[in-house]
């Protein structure tokens, strides 16, 4: 740099940083109607304003001298505490729940600004034309390295926001599905992760290995809290006996192999996850087919099968009477029995859900009346014969 370059660059640099106290001034005037929490920053940080400031002149006298990529703004003395206080007014973007974009136009109202202040000073002192475009191009530089920084700072909190509300979230599903939580504790861990406790809940499990099944699952409910527990994946759905949520449940869930728990209180949850658990092992084994399986639709079905070596030995015993048979004609009797059993002995309607004439329903009956003799007239043992045939079998 010439004597006279330096000389130049000295006056320039002296009257830019003449007027930044009233350049910030009036940033902040015009801020304060659309952006009055803006300006209110402005006054509540002043050295960070002035430090601010000060770099921008810097910079953009070392963009007039040296070009843009020598004088990028984390290469400037003091720029690491910049970009900290740019992050940090991104942060609190977030953390207000206020948008990004609101923040990034007062930076282009600020920029304007700015370049009206330059380009009447550097004209005063009658700088050459390319040392202004250089100029009016650091400007706008300059801000958008800003924007960027409180980008940045933007981004870092939603993500930290997001993942701590999630690990909130994790943990209170946790504490509700274990049988040693209390009350007074789960509600502490509800306001942590911010999620206001529903009067009942229900659990849904889902095959966490199936794309389909995790996709749904992070539609079901906007409401509801993740379940990673042991081997289980799901969702704990507040208050599914709402008017219209079971309907949006079963819509939300088709097709995901899922299984919604019986719905209680709160405090009953882990009976909603074993109810679920034996749910998904009817569904399964094909014993409960719907699409998805409510488990309060299928409580019977669930209590007659929720040990399936019990039920064995009783449809064992129960059916002994005909273990002499060729395995068809056994197969046939069973059918004819179960059906018999539906329908309180009619008939008419055995023949018809069977498919055959209503004296081969006779002819079966008397075949099982021979064989099972007084049983059949005997409520304890009909009892025990509904319960072993009527429940759907594999």
Known sequence: ???????????????????????????????????????????????????????????LLDMAEHGRSESRIDRLEGAQTIQIVFEQIGRRQWQAGADLTRLLTAYQLGARTAWRHVSATALALEVRPDVLAALAEAVFDFINQLSSASARGYVLEQSEDVSARERNREELADLLLSDRSGMSVIREAAARANWPLPSTGAVVLVDANTDVARR?????????????????????????????????LRRALRGANAVIGHTVPLEHLPRSVAIAQIAVRLRQTGILADDPVFADEHLDTIIVHRDELLIGFLREQILAPLDDLPAGARARLIETLTAWLRHMGDRTAIAEELHIHPQTVRYRVAQLRERFGDQLDSPRSRARLFLALVWPVR
């Not at 005037?29 to 960070?48: C, R, T």
């Not at 992070?218 to 008017?243: C, F, N, T």
């Open 1 to 59: 740099m010439t004597t006279e370059g330096a000389q130049g660059r000295t006056r320039l640099e002296l009257a830019l940083d003449s007027h930044l106290p009233e350049l910030i001034a009036e940033v902040r005037d015009l801020l304060a109607d659309g952006w009055p929490e803006y300006a209110a920053f402005l006054d509540q940080n002043p050295d960070g304003m002035q430090q601010a400031a000060e770099l921008f002149v810097h910079r």
């Open 216 to 248: 749904v699952l992070s539609h079901v409910d906007a409401g509801s809290l993740p379940v990673r527990h042991e081997q289980l994946s799901g969702a704990i759905v507040p208050d599914p006996g709402l008017s219209g949520r079971r309907d949006q």
